[in-house]
Nanobody
Framework: QVQLVESGGGLVQAGGSLRLSCAAS????????MGWFRQAPGKEREFVAS????????MYADSVKGRFTISRDNAKSTVFLQMNSLKPEDTAAYYC??????????????????WGQGTQVTVSS
């Protein structure tokens, strides 16, 4: 049974930083591309960042480029999202997702096979 468990969310002031983690189990982690998505109240889910299973290819939404960094530790089956210079508009529930097409990176949520339950990030102004 595949499980993705996010952690690291919380309340932070604008300009601050948070590091999200997503621990995966039940899958061969290095063979999966991983992504982060977010959903704010009343809005559609949107892509944030993704990273390939190997070789470290990454993709970012324009809204987070230069502020967020996605990384992974295949030995620990964990993907991270380092979020710096946070803005109130970054407030959302953040979800990690796993895509069995491990070599590629994609911003298409339908391509992802497994999803976590989410962790809330709230940025105060």
């Amino acid at each position: 049974q595949v499980q993705l468990v996010e952690s690291g969310g919380g309340l932070v002031q604008a300009g601050g930083s948070l590091r999200l983690s997503c621990a995966a189990s039940g899958l061969t982690f290095r063979m999966y591309a991983m992504g982060w998505f977010r959903q704010a109240p009343g809005k559609e889910r949107e892509f944030v960042a993704s990273i390939s299973g190997s070789f470290g290819r990454t993709m970012y939404a324009d809204s987070v480029k230069g502020r967020f960094t996605i990384s992974r530790d295949n030995a620990k089956s964990t993907v991270f999202l380092q979020m710096n210079s946070l803005k109130p508009e970054d407030t959302a529930a953040y979800y990690c997702a796993a895509d069995r097409s491990g070599y590629s990176v994609t911003d298409v949520d339908a391509r992802y096979d497994y999803w976590g339950q989410g962790t809330q990030v709230t940025v105060s102004s």
